[in-house]
């Protein structure tokens, strides 16, 4: 039971395009929205994250959008640079079970110089 | 510099033998996990542990096992029952009380010979 449902699977885009990732969720209880940046070989790393009290936040060029009558969320990375050529995942926790964060299944993001 | 270290970073298995996978962290944080990485699955949590001497049992558990007798050291066994332990494994680590934000280890593959 797949309770993140992360699309695409994998994204080509140009130099200074924008990027989009998408997720939808399940569970209604969910209430902290993270993603995290994966480098080929290394963990990943943190990099925004947003509750549903908010609907959107920005953070230099990475914006979570978040509708939650849709239960949908989405990073957006505007001027999209080679540097951001990684794997992306979104995740979903409830609650203070940071233990129990759910992940999407990752979008293999490639931007071409 | 803190951090969380894995070793090794590559491992192969022979058939019937388990295998040992380190994780180390100098974060001084209380909880730790185990995530099974593959290919268009995102991460899925084997074990994780909140304090010294407990651990609970994730999504995918069988054919694994854990300890945790040392705040910083959580090694991940997997033992002959795990059918397919080929994978990316990495180990994650997160301080209590603090919103949910995971540092994760830089990984091991283990590759079955």
């Known amino acids: 039971q797949q309770q993140v449902k992360q699309s695409p699977q994998s994204l080509i885009v140009q130099k200074g395009g924008i990027s989009i990732i998408n997720c939808a969720y399940e569970?209604?209880?969910?209430?902290?929205f993270p993603w995290y940046q994966q480098f080929p070989g290394k963990g990943p790393a943190l990099l925004i994250a947003?509750?549903?009290?908010?609907s959107e936040k920005k953070e230099g060029r990475f914006t979570i959008s978040f509708n939650k009558s849709a239960k949908q969320f989405s990073l957006h990375i505007m001027d999209s640079q080679p540097g951001d050529s990684a794997t992306y995942f979104c995740a979903a926790s409830k609650g203070n079970a940071g233990n129990m964060l759910t992940f999407g299944g990752g979008t293999r993001l490639m931007v071409k110089p | 510099d803190g951090g969380i270290t894995q070793s090794p970073k590559y491992l192969f298995r022979k058939e019937g033998q388990n295998v040992t996978l380190s994780c180390e962290q100098n974060l001084n944080h209380d909880a730790m996990y185990w995530y099974r990485q593959d290919p268009g699955q995102g991460l899925r949590l084997i074990y994780y542990s909140q304090i010294v001497n407990d651990f609970q049992k994730g999504d995918i558990a069988e054919g694994y096992s854990v300890s945790r007798e040392k705040k910083e050291s959580f090694p991940l066994t997997v033992t002959s029952a795990q059918k397919n332990p080929t994978a990316f494994y990495l180990c994650?680590?997160?301080?209590?009380?603090?919103?949910?934000?995971?540092?994760f280890g830089s990984g091991t593959q283990l590759s079955v010979l």
């Open positions: 947003i509750r549903p009290d908010v």
């Open positions: 994650a680590s997160r301080r209590t009380g603090v919103p949910e934000k995971l540092f």
């Open positions: 569970n209604t209880a969910f209430d902290y």
